[in-house]
């Protein structure tokens, strides 16, 4: 019994984190974070999807004979967050499919001027309206193939900000 005194003097105080020191759910970050509102999700489908680009980019070709456009155009798809990219240069077409995350508001995609003649950056604009590159859309150097290529992955962090993956 007196074993059993002893243990319990000894144990049960050890069980417990002495007054004075610093609780573990004040003292961690996110104890230090401020509330933050519930994140609300765009819905995962439009109720109603444009027919016409939400955004396009061209320029007219050297091509002396025909009146001919290296073109990148945007379409909205059912899903909210994806978009249709069709391509086009003389004649070359292709198409393909960007996702944009999800930051809580509608999404913004836009097209920039690429650093080539025939280039042309998918992005998006962030909440803070800065563009964010996704992909480039470009000519090959002797202009024979339409290619396209991932610049850059985002992500949302669960404080709302958009950072590179």
């Known amino acids: 019994m007196t ?3 002893i243990l319990a003097i000894f144990i049960l105080p050890a069980c417990h984190a002495p007054s004075g020191a610093p609780d573990a759910a004040t003292d961690s970050p996110a104890a230090k974070r401020r509330a933050l509102p519930m ?3 765009n819905p995962e ?3 109603q999807v444009k027919k016409e680009p939400v955004d396009e980019y061209r320029v007219r070709t050297d091509n002396s004979l025909n009146e001919m456009y290296f073109s990148v155009r945007l379409y909205e798809t059912p899903a909210t967050m994806k978009y249709l990219v069709k391509m086009e240069f003389e004649g070359i077409t292709g198409e393909d499919t960007i996702k944009l995350p999800d930051m809580g508001t509608p999404p913004h995609p836009v097209l920039q001027k690429g650093p080539e003649k025939y280039s042309c950056i998918i992005g998006l604009l962030d909440n803070a309206k800065n563009f964010r ?3 480039k859309v470009y000519v090959t150097d002797k202009g024979q193939e339409l290619k396209i290529t991932t610049l850059k992955h985002y992500m949302v962090t ?3 900000r958009l950072v590179n993956q």
């Open 3 to 5: 074993t059993l005194v």
């Open 158 to 160: 669960e404080d709302y």
């Open 39 to 41: 994140f609300k999700r």
């Open 133 to 135: 590159e996704l992909k």
């Open 45 to 47: 489908f439009r109720a």
